[in-house]
């Protein structure tokens, strides 16, 4: 689908279909279709989403709710001139969700056979989009997008309904010169979430941002980019600044010679306080107070990065390994307590390492990484693990392709073990996956094997 969304018409038109099945009692189909008759084209991108209530583990309760997706993404494109292009699109899905007992999906309910949770989305939204080049050096981009999103949550006893509408408009201005690149701009966010069944919970915010970004690169080897970002919130929160964020971020590059390179930056991040909390989510929203902007923090954090990349040849083999190191810094998290949004006393920080390791020989590939993520919370003068992070994770591919002929390809993961909400340990497991895709000119057939050895939570 993304793919599909980021397309462009061309002149010779397309067409193309996707049916899938599976063994969780699914079916996907799609098609797309584009075409570009001189200064107009479209694209049009359609789906329907099925899947039957899926019980893999025979409890009685679904793994997969029983799902009906439909999409439908319309666009149409300018080209009034050859320094100017845009476009203008919709994007409407609906689905609706229905998990629970299995007995009461079918209609059974009675007796132990109460528990479901279904939930019906509505989203629409808008795109429209403008190019001009100015001349072969500078060009201004302009950007809108309005959204609509309605949701329905239901559950024994509970019936939770909200309406969103959102707003993003941006203009900015780019100008490349040989050694140096400038981009900076303006936009606007606004959110605007109300919930006409229980009145309690609301959520309005507004953002003005400006921002402005360099790339300079005055030699093959060296490369420097740095930002600025300023953001004006209203309401806003209780910060000393009055809504006021400040955001700078630096990188660079060092390309040491053929073989050895090196990154590092970092910069500051921020989140406006929002209802939609996993917390207040596993409650179905239901009695949670609306957020007091004036009495709670925007989360901030710092963060950096660093990594060293080598990479080789010995005779037909290809070889690469990447090194990378990362911290986190997050502060007041916030957090449900009761029915009430409020900053955790202390921060959240996260620190690790990524081992990345490529092999390739002809047509055959291999890739083995390994990530290690050390994350705590700091909270109230105590650590903590923090929960469903896993603190070691392994994942490699063996891939043999044929370009535009076939793929083979096979893949493992392993996660370790990990602390869970109700303060238990989970157990680390091992899946496996198995690909194979089969090209011609005009179709294409895969068979895609997810988790063949059925590693679950209630194995």
């Known amino acids: 689908m993304v793919n599909l969304i980021s397309k462009t018409p061309q002149q010779i038109s397309e067409l193309s279909f996707l049916l899938n099945g599976t063994s969780a009692k699914g079916f996907d189909g799609s098609a797309f279709y584009s075409q570009r008759i001189k200064n107009a084209g479209t694209t049009i991108f359609g789906s ?72 019906k989305t509505l989203r629409v939204s808008t795109q429209l989009a403008f190019t001009h080049n100015i001349n072969n050096e500078s060009k ?29 408009s941006e203009v900015n201005f780019l100008h490349t010169k040989q050694k140096t690149e400038w981009i900076a701009g303006l936009n606007l966010w606004t959110d605007n979430f109300k919930t006409p069944d229980t009145s309690s919970l609301h959520y309005k915010l507004t953002t003005f941002r400006g921002f402005a970004q360099n790339t300079f690169n005055p030699t093959e080897w060296f490369t420097l980019e740095t930002g600025l970002r300023i953001d004006y919130n209203t309401p806003p929160t209780n910060d000393k600044l009055k809504g006021i964020v400040i955001l700078p971020r630096v990188k ?42 004036g009495k709670t923090q925007a989360e901030k954090s710092y963060g950096g990065n660093a990594d060293v990349n080598f990479r080789t040849h010995f005779g037909e083999v290809a070889f690469s390994i990447n ?21 955790a006393n202390g921060y959240i920080t996260t620190k690790g390492a990524e081992t990345n390791l490529r092999v390739g020989f002809k047509d055959l590939h291999a890739f083995v990484g390994y990530t290690y993520t050390d994350a705590n919370q700091h909270f109230n003068n105590t650590t903590l693990w923090q929960q469903l992070t896993s603190r070691h994770r392994v994942n490699a591919m063996l891939m043999w392709e044929a370009e535009r002929s076939y793929r083979i390809g096979l893949e493992g993961l392993l996660v370790s073990k990990q602390k869970l909400s109700d303060g238990t340990t989970g157990k680390g497991y091992v899946m496996y996956g198995f690909l194979f895709k089969k090209m011609w000119e005009h179709l294409n057939v895969f068979i895609n094997a997810e988790n063949f050895t059925d590693r679950r939570q209630t194995r």
């Not at 040491?256 to 209802?275: A, C, D, F, Q, V």
Request: with cysteine; aromatic share 16%; net charge positive.
């Open 323 to 343: 090194q990378l190191f990362f911290y986190t810094y997050l502060n007041k998290p916030l957090i449900l307590q009761g029915n009430n949004f409020v900053n």
């Open 252 to 293: 660079c590059l060092v390309k040491i010679n053929e073989h050895w390179t090196s990154r590092i930056g970092g910069g500051l991040g921020y989140k406006m306080p929002t209802p939609f909390l996993e917390e207040a989510e596993e409650k179905g929203y239901a009695g949670i107070q609306s957020i007091l902007l």
């Open 140 to 168: 201004i981009d302009f950007k809108n997008s309005i959204g609509f999103f309605d949701r329905k949550l239901l559950q024994p006893s509970l019936n939770f309904n909200g309406q969103q509408v959102s707003l993003f």
């Open 48 to 119: 329907y989403n099925y899947n039957a209530p899926f019980d893999p583990a025979k409890i009685g309760l679904t793994a997969i709710p029983q799902t009906n997706r439909f999409t439908i993404i319309p666009k149409s494109f300018f080209y009034p001139n050859e320094k100017t292009t845009g476009w203008f699109g919709v994007n409407a899905v609906y689905e609706d969700r229905y998990g629970g007992d299995t007995k009461v999906i079918e209609g059974k309910a009675g007796g132990i056979h109460q528990y479901f949770k279904r939930n």
